[in-house]
Nanobody
Framework: VQLQASGGGLVQAGGSLRLSCVAS????????VGWFRQAPGKEREFVAA????????YVADSVKGRFTLSRDNAKNTVYLQMRSLKPDDTAVYYC???????????????????WGQGTLVTVSS
């Protein structure tokens, strides 16, 4: 499966952005689809994910209440709506997918087989 992430940009603190992850090549709804981010000098960290076709959504504590997931299976697209953005949210955001990882591995980026190219989110103070 090929992934294309988009929607990043420059936004002021308190603003909003919606990231999109479009998949091609496979039926997206059967995959676990996750969002990760990596700030300069930091390790890639889990942001949010849908676990496989059951569709349960998981969101990192650091963004809970501000970031939400949604998906449009007809468009093979998963969205990450980001609100009340903070400068600490500045990072390159990646979408990733995998067809077989287990729930306990959801937050482990090394378990995902497919990655998009990343989209930069910059939040100014």
């Amino acid at each position: 499966v090929q992934l294309q992430a988009s929607g990043g940009g420059l936004v002021q603190a308190g603003g909003s952005l919606r990231l999109s992850c479009v998949a091609s090549g496979r039926t997206f709804s059967r995959y676990t689809v996750g969002w990760f981010r990596q700030a300069p000098g930091k390790e890639r960290e889990f942001v949010a994910a849908y676990f496989r076709s059951g569709g349960s959504a998981y969101v990192a504590d650091s963004v809970k209440g501000r970031f939400t997931l949604s998906r449009d299976n007809a468009k093979n697209t998963v969205y990450l709506q980001m609100r009340s953005l903070k400068p600490d949210d500045t990072a390159v955001y990646y979408c990733a997918a995998d067809s077989s990882l287990i729930l306990s591995s959801l937050r482990d980026y090394v378990q995902y087989d497919y990655w998009g190219q990343g989209t930069l989110v910059t939040v100014s103070s």
